[in-house]
């Protein structure tokens, strides 16, 4: 066991030069390497965990309608129940790296077209069979079923074949991607006896909690895994969610001592909370963005002008302060920014100008007819002060902004992706090529700002099979150029996920993957 | 038989049923009409067309409404309601066990508020326009004007984040004891019963004070039986049939009524159940529930109307 440790971290420590690197080492000689960072995060921490006692969350972001399939969670509540009881084969530390989980490492081959995982051994499911590569293998090709329901459908699509050998797991892709383990750590992508197949309700996995009984839209109780392959996490003997959708009755449940971790704090409240005694806000930032979004291929948005007219009419600053209160940052109209991977840094910062943006309105002839924008609060939270702001902003430049209130109910069917001009948001993607081909590829189902350009089509291709780091940082340097200068997305902000704890919590950590540690709140803290 | 009261009692009741019927009809036209469409509200932002297109067929929306209508009329008068669309749960088996909760937290509020309502209204009664009654009737006034949500935050914030006496969650669950429940609702009841009290309270008050003007409370009063006696005994047996209807209104308010208080205390009843469901255009979760809500509307009114009919000596003593 030290020994394997040592190894381990040994390993770990050659390959933390960079993650790109790394990679790139990989898919060069086709050498097995362990992945890991898990086992060395634990050994760096200052604290030694205690055991014991029971965690309780309160989460907003639950429904009655959720089920247990981890193919069907789309949002926090189903998301951070997954977390509970299952595992995926690897997943994103909160630096951004890759890290084993069920798989113990991964190579891919030259090109990046076959990746081969190797299955940790010896690993129970809870209701103690042996997890097999069979069981893997099922997995994946259940959520890759061009007939599954499964969030995780469009990430699977480039993967042609699924198959066991020996102890492995080999993925062939139709197009070599070096960022094909980024997409297996899909939240979605828990491995199930089976695959899932015949109960993909039944909340068997390898997590560190074992399900003990779940109501969904109200609580969801688990026990701890005595048989834990991973001894370095799950540190309460019982975890409780409690569903609290209301915002108010969530911080309150905090405050009151009822639960002792929350998700989900209105940016709004956060300060004021912040100075409530006994309570830790927690805040970091990540990728989602909230953004104004027009198609491109409808008038008036159709011309390039007016598009740079409304982007430099935007006071971006002021958006942050005043929606946000400063938990986030300021966007660039582009869907990425510096928590990505090969972030290009020297794209320059597109600023508030009054005199620009009359400038692109003049030269785009538009008729002074009003621009009618569609916004309800369900796009992000303040969307609609966002666009009275924004309004506000375009009316200095001369630009008659219209803002039309629609019901928060049908908006993701009525108005986003239909209508040419409204306000939406996104969650981000784990890598910047997920990000671009889910809603910048002309092909895309997503593509929700209409945008057809060849050119950016075959730059996201490339740099998607292009495994030289420099390289391929240059060409996400120059697909963000382009969206930056003529695409249909007005990103004002990225925003922040905001969470909080009572200080009976130690070992809380910032990351950026997702809200509540990436959903790993309850695997890592424990009780002070 | 052919009692005229008989008679009365089973006219309420057929016209109870016409009216569910009609009822039934206007929940129906109503679910199709809302905005979006159910396919697109469970797939959300993450649907694409070939899914959309999958789904609908699955879901049989592609069925002329009128045919959907009487496939969903006929399998509710067997007792089924169907399969939820977003989850696939049985309708009938999820709704029961919310329909419970919501039951449960109404009943303790009713056992508390009918009892003292009538009392506090006797005692106002009692001392009409004299301390006790202003007392009484200023402090239920207040109560329930505040809306419920402010009241159950402020409440929270006194009993539950300040003083850390009751607690701000309401859930309840299987396994929970039936003190550790009664704990748990202690806080939602006492919203309930204050949103309810004063509405009861006043107009048992109303009513008391109307019959008081009869001679035959006079001649009462003149025998010399005790203020308390008179309005007790003679009064408010003569008064019940508007008191009883106040409080099958607030009975009815205390089950189809309470989704704010629910959504405040997080509470798993069937307003939240059913905010959920009309989210996510779960339509027959949504027919089911509008259903049981007028069922308990109707019912409790007809219950009201036959107290009414039964309390009133000029329809049980037929000349």
């Known amino acids: 066991m030290t020994d394997d440790l040592a190894r381990l971290i040994s390993r770990i420590d050659a390959s933390r030069i960079s993650r790109r ?25 200052a604290q030694e965990p205690k055991k014991g006692g029971t965690l309780k969350m309160g989460l907003g972001g639950g429904e009655t309608t959720d089920t247990m399939d981890p193919g069907l969670a789309d949002s926090p509540v189903p998301f951070s129940v997954g ?94 991607n070096a960022d094909l383990p980024y997409l297996l750590s899909d939240y979605h992508l828990i491995v199930q006896p089976g695959g899932g197949v015949d109960a993909p309700n039944a909340g068997i996995g390898t997590g560190p909690y ?25 540190h309460y003997d019982a975890v409780e969610i409690f569903v609290i959708n209301d915002a108010t009755a969530r911080t309150s449940a905090l405050q009151s001592g009822q639960v002792q971790m929350i998700n989900r704090i209105d940016p709004k409240v956060a300060k004021l909370l912040a100075r409530s005694p006994g309570v830790q806000v927690k805040n970091v930032s990540g990728r989602g963005h909230y953004v104004f979004i027009m198609h491109t291929n409808t008038a008036p948005f159709d011309n390039k002008d007016l598009r740079l007219a409304l982007k430099h009419a935007i006071d971006r600053q002021e958006m942050v302060e005043k929606i946000l209160d400063g938990f986030g940052g300021i966007g660039n109209d582009i869907p990425v920014n510096a928590a990505y991977p090969l ?72 108005v986003w992706n239909v209508k040419p001009f409204c306000a939406s948001y996104w969650g981000g993607r784990p890598v910047q090529d997920q990000m671009w081909s889910t809603a910048y590829m002309s092909t895309a189902d997503w593509n929700d700002t209409k945008y057809s350009n060849p050119e950016l089509d075959a730059l996201i291709l490339e740099a998607r099979s292009e495994t030289d780091e420099e390289a391929r940082k240059a060409l996400y340097g120059k697909i963000a150029a382009i969206v930056h200068e003529d695409g249909g997305t007005i990103c004002p902000m990225f925003n922040d996920f905001i969470d909080a704890h009572s200080d ?25 | 038989m052919g009692h005229p009261v008989l008679i009365l009692v089973v006219q309420r009741i057929a016209l109870g049923l016409v009216l569910l019927f009609a009822v039934s009809v206007l929940i129906f036209v109503g679910t199709q009409i809302l905005p979006g469409d159910v396919a697109q509200s469970i797939l959300g932002q993450s649907a694409t ?62 056992v508390i508020s009918v009892p003292l309502a009538i009392l506090l209204g006797l005692i106002a009664v009692r001392y009409r326009d004299r301390w006790p009654d202003k007392v009484i009737s200023t402090v239920t006034l207040a109560t329930v004007s505040v809306p419920e949500f402010l009241l159950g935050y402020i409440l929270v914030y006194f009993l539950s984040v300040k003083f850390r006496l009751l607690p701000s969650l309401a859930t309840v669950y299987d396994g929970m004891s039936l003190g550790e429940k009664l704990y748990a609702i202690s806080l939602p009841v006492l919203v309930l019963v204050l949103v309810v009290l004063g509405h009861m309270m006043r107009m048992t008050r109303a009513a008391i ?111």
């Open chain 1, 210 to 234: 074992r399900l003990v009984s779940a109501e969904a839209g109200v609580r969801y109780a688990f026990e701890k895994n005595p048989d834990d392959w991973d001894t370095t996490r799950g």
């Open chain 1, 343 to 414: 972030f290009d840094e020297t794209l320059p910062q597109r600023a508030f100008s009054v005199e620009k943006a009359a400038e692109h309105y003049k030269a785009s002839g538009h008729d002074d007819s009003p621009i009618v924008l569609l916004v309800a609060d369900t796009a992000f939270p303040g969307a609609v002060d966002a666009a009275a702001l924004f309004q506000q902003s375009a009316a200095k430049a001369g630009i008659p902004l219209e803002i039309q209130r629609v019901p928060d109910d049908g908006y993701w069917s009525d």
């Open chain 2, 49 to 110: 067309p070939v899914s959309l297109a999958n789904l609908r067929a699955e879901l049989g929306l592609n069925d002329p409404p009128v045919t959907r209508y009487f496939n969903w009329l006929g399998a509710v008068l067997q007792g089924d309601l169907g399969r939820a669309l977003t989850n696939g749960q049985d309708i009938a088996e999820a709704m029961g066990k919310r329909l419970g909760n919501t039951l449960f937290l109404a009943f303790w509020a009713a």
């Open chain 1, 504 to 528: 009976g919590i130690a070992g809380w950590i910032e990351d950026a993957n997702y809200e509540m540690m990436g959903g790993y709140a309850s695997s890592k803290t424990w009780m002070a």
């Open chain 1, 21 to 45: 690197a790394f990679l790139n080492r990989t898919v060069a000689f086709g050498v097995a390497a362990a992945v890991g960072t898990s086992l060395l995060a634990s050994g760096a921490r």
């Open chain 2, 209 to 319: 004070l109307n019959v008081m003007q009869s001679a035959y409370i006079e001649t009462a009063e003149l025998k010399g039986l005790r203020p308390f006696a008179v309005i007790a005994r003679h009064a408010f047996p003569n008064a019940v049939a508007p008191v009883v209807n106040v409080v099958m209104l607030n009975l009815a308010y205390l089950v189809v009524g309470v989704v704010v208080v629910e959504v405040v205390f997080v509470y798993p009843g069937m307003g939240q159940y059913l905010v959920d469901h009309v989210a996510k255009r779960d339509v027959p979760v949504v027919q089911a529930c509008g259903l049981v809500f007028a069922a308990v509307y109707i019912g409790l009114n007809i219950v009201a109307d036959v107290v009414s009919i039964l309390a009133n000596p000029r329809l049980r003593h037929p000349k």
């Open chain 1, 83 to 176: 977390r509970q009881w299952g595992d995926t084969i690897v997943d994103v530390s909160p630096d951004g790296e890759i890290e084993p989980r069920l798989a113990e490492s991964a190579s891919a081959n030259e090109d990046g077209t076959v990746w081969t995982f190797k299955i940790r051994e010896g690993v129970r499911f809870h209701d103690g069979s042996v997890m097999t590569v069979d069981d893997v293998v099922a997995t994946f090709r259940r959520h890759s079923d061009a007939n599954s329901k499964s969030g995780a459908l469009g990430i699977m699509q480039g993967i042609t074949d699924i198959r066991a050998d020996g102890g492995n797991v080999v993925f062939t892709l139709s197009a070599g």
